[in-house]
Structure formats: structure tokens, C-alpha cells
């Protein structure tokens, strides 16, 4: 019978375990010092090892010849537990099993000694999924449970567990698997699958399961059936519908210069072939920030899995790639109510005003006066359009304005002010000759209603 390599390749020791170094850590120490708590809580994203090391913990517990707090394996009580036939692991799914009789009936198998190990492990899955009544069944009995007895709660939803239960338990918090260190361990199982790959084809994979080895496991299972023995880029994008994040830099590129036709053509090819649109404007989303991250930040590599990736993005100015920003955010939203394809067309329209926004950085750094700027060709109206969303220039547009000492005033109204704000300081903050000034809404003293004059 086939095994995926899901379960195949699946951690059986402490040092097998990928991503997870101070779970293991704290664990191990636990076990090897015989400083083992009654109860845990095992939290963290999906398919990072949370169950896996509550089983790795209850076979480190029984095994008949342990060495440094890891389980050696051999043993029939190892074997047993890897074959999930020994008596004293229970492992319950809440999501199924969440009611207070079940609690209830939990609590009274708790009471007899263990069988054939030195422990009785009791694994909740899902923990989060157990009704309130259930929990409280549970109190007492993860406050004093019998004596070699250790209950492990697993939880992607740490915040669902009620104070009650989080304070009779130690919390051992799991974190995302790192991109890399998903790309080797992608990398082990072909090895020894015997599979050839293109190390990039698997780094889009470890992208796609978002630090989440079963996921990344799954798939890599995946594109060998789709791609025979070698794993490519374009099999692994074909079967994900995806594109690699190279190709998504490189549309990034194109409405940063506001190559508008090649970016619709692009997104219309997409959608043609069947490509996800919406997980496709995601990446997208993600690519732009990163590519703010290296510009903004002065140790880009603290941060991002690799920045030389998004060097070619060092010549842009900051002021673009905070407005593309803007703008696929924007897109992201309008796609909830419209047709995906349309909403990111007209986002990527919006993007011809990048192109005002590039001169505006140079008048910045460069210290050029207003009256050089406008001489360029760059007048007042053009760089406050460029900083603003067009819903906040028309509104600015119809305002009441006036000179005051060298400077634009505009006149705006509370309500339009405060909605917003954030555009307006910006503008203030990026040029000095405009002011704004709030018109406060005045109170009428007749039925409290409220009057601009």
C-alpha cells in the first residue's frame, strides 16, 4: 500500500524534528531531568509538528532504553507507538469527540494505572474545538491527574482555550517552519525518493505551504504524479495554478514604469489559462512589501528569506512602491465585490500615475525649489494628485482654497479631513507650500442639529 510522504517521512525522534528547536529543547530537557509537567499545550499554525512531538514525547516516556531524553526506537513499546497499537497513548480529536460525555468518560478511563508503559498520555487534537461544559469537565482532572499520567492539548486556535484550562497547563508555543529549512527537508525526501528537482520548483512549493511541512509534503507528492521523476517550476505552477515570485517581481516592475498594456496582457494570459487571479494578486501584495522592506530598512536580511531577490528594486523611489502598495491593496478589496479580472485591471490602470510620482522623489532629495520643479514641468496640482488616492483628490479637488503667506491653504471639512487624514499629512509632510485647514462643525443650537456655518 502506498504511503504519502506526509506520513512516510514524518519525524520519529527529538532530532528528526524540522523547525521546532525549542519545543524539542524544553521537552527533552524535561524528559532527560524527569521534570515532566501533568499537562501541556502543544500551540501553533497546522502542520508543523504539534501532534507529532506529543507522539515523539508519550514514545520518549515509555521507551525501555531511552538516552538523553530521546526514545530509541527499537524497544517494543517504541515500536507499538509507531504503529499506534500501544495501550497507554490515547489520542482523541476534540473536533469530533467535543461534548461533556465524552470529557466524562475521558475522565474515567484516567483512573486506572497505566497498562504496559511507565506513562499514560492522553493527546487532545483540536483542543480548541471542546464545548465550554467540556472544558470545565476538564478541570480538576488536568489540575490533579492520576499519578503517571500526562494530558497534551493541540491547538492551532491558542486563543479559543479558555484561562481556566491555559493556567493548569505549560504552553510550548510552535512556530512556522522556515522557507529554507522547508526546502531541505523537501530536499531529503527526494534524495532518497530517488527524484531529480530544480531547486527552485521546490522553493515555490515551501512558498505555497507557508511554513507548513505536511502541506509542503503533500504537495511535493503532488507534482511527482504530475511531473513523473523530475520535479520542474513549470510542473509545479501548472498543477498550483500559480506563477513563481520571480515572474510576480517582474509584473511589480511593470506598474512601478507603468507598463500598463504588457501588465493587462500578462493578467489576461493569466486568466486565460486558468491561473488563480486572487492567489496570484496575494503574492503580489507580499512581493510589494518586501520589496518596501529592502528599501525602508537598513538590515533587509533580518527580515526577509532573501533579499538579494528584490535588490533591482534599491533604484526606485520609496514614494512608488508605497503607492503600488496602495493601489493592489485596494484592488485586493474591490475583487470582493466584483469580477477578480476587473478589479485588478483597473488597478493596474491606476498605476499610470506612478509615473508623476518619480519626479516628485528627485525634487526631494534633490533640494529643487518649487518654482524649479513647476518650471520642469511638475506643477502643485500634479504632485498632490500623485501622493493621494483618487477618491481623496477628488475630494481635496472641490475644496475651497486661498494663498497665505507663500503657501496653498486648502479649506476642508471635518468629516472629509478625518476620512482622510493620513493622505493629507502626507502631502503636508512632502510639500511644505500646502497647508489644510479643518472647518469644524459647528453646533446649532436648535433640535442639536449640526451646521458647517
Given at each position: ?28 530537557n524535561a524528559i ?127 486563543e479559543k482555550i ?201 525634487v526631494i532629495t ?88
Amino acid at each position: 500500500m502506498y504511503l504519502p510522504f506526509a506520513r512516510k517521512y514524518r519525524p520519529r525522534f527529538f532530532r528528526e524534528v524540522v523547525g521546532q528547536e525549542v519545543p524539542v529543547r524544553i521537552l527533552r530537557n524535561a524528559i532527560r531531568e524527569n521534570r515532566v509537567a501533568h499537562a501541556y499545550l502543544f500551540a501553533g499554525p497546522r502542520g508543523v509538528g504539534k501532534t507529532t512531538v506529543a507522539r515523539i514525547v508519550a514514545k520518549a516516556l515509555n521507551c525501555l532504553r531511552p538516552e538523553e531524553g530521546e526514545p530509541c526506537g527499537e524497544c517494543d513499546n517504541c515500536k507499538e507507538i509507531d504503529r499506534g497499537s500501544f495501550p497507554d497513548l490515547i489520542e482523541m480529536d476534540a473536533a469530533s469527540n467535543r461534548g461533556i460525555d465524552d470529557i466524562r468518560a475521558l475522565r474515567e478511563a484516567v483512573s486506572y494505572t497505566p497498562i504496559k508503559g511507565s506513562y499514560k498520555v492522553y493527546i487532545i487534537d483540536e483542543a480548541h474545538m471542546l464545548t465550554k461544559e467540556a472544558f470545565n469537565a476538564l478541570l480538576k482532572t488536568l489540575e490533579e491527574p492520576p499519578p503517571r499520567t500526562v494530558f497534551i492539548l493541540c491547538t492551532t486556535e491558542y486563543e479559543k482555550i479558555i484561562p481556566t484550562i491555559l493556567s493548569r497547563c505549560q504552553r510550548i508555543m510552535f512556530t512556522r517552519v522556515n522557507e529554507n529549512k522547508v526546502v531541505d527537508y523537501l530536499k531529503v525526501i527526494c534524495e532518497k525518493e530517488n527524484i531529480e528537482f530544480e531547486e527552485e520548483a521546490l522553493r515555490v512549493i515551501a512558498s505555497v505551504s507557508e511554513g507548513c511541512l505536511r502541506d509542503a509534503a503533500s504537495l511535493l507528492d503532488q507534482a511527482v504524479l504530475s511531473g513523473g521523476d523530475r520535479i520542474t517550476v513549470e510542473v509545479v505552477e501548472e498543477f498550483l495554478g500559480i506563477i513563481n515570485r520571480a515572474k510576480i517581481r517582474e509584473f511589480l516592475k511593470m506598474l512601478i514604469d507603468s507598463r500598463v498594456d504588457e501588465a493587462i496582457d500578462l493578467l489576461r494570459d493569466l486568466y486565460e489559462k486558468g491561473y488563480n487571479l486572487t492567489k496570484f494578486w496575494e503574492n503580489l501584495e507580499e512581493e510589494v512589501r518586501n520589496a518596501i522592506l529592502f528599501k525602508s530598512l537598513k538590515r533587509p536580511e533580518s527580515v526577509l528569506e532573501d533579499p538579494d531577490a528584490y535588490r533591482e528594486f534599491e533604484s526606485y523611489p520609496l514614494e512608488a512602491l508605497l503607492y503600488v502598495e496602495n493601489l493592489v491593496t485596494r484592488g485586493k478589496i474591490e475583487a470582493r465585490t466584483r469580477t477578480p479580472l476587473r478589479a485588478y485591471e483597473l488597478a493596474v490602470i491606476k498605476s499610470l500615475i506612478v509615473k508623476e510620482i518619480l519626479p516628485l522623489s528627485k525634487v526631494i532629495t534633490a533640494g529643487i525649489t518649487v518654482k524649479e520643479a513647476e518650471e520642469a514641468g511638475d506643477s502643485l496640482e500634479e504632485r498632490i494628485k500623485s501622493l493621494l488616492s483618487p477618491v481623496a483628490w477628488k475630494a481635496l479637488e472641490s475644496a475651497e482654497r486661498k494663498e497665505e503667506g507663500g503657501k496653498t491653504v486648502f479649506l476642508i471639512e471635518e468629516d472629509t479631513y478625518n476620512t482622510f487624514s493620513e493622505e493629507f499629512v502626507r502631502v503636508r509632510e512632502s510639500i511644505p507650500e500646502v497647508e489644510f485647514r479643518v472647518l469644524k462643525k459647528k453646533v446649532s443650537r436648535e433640535r442639536g442639529t449640526t451646521s458647517l456655518f
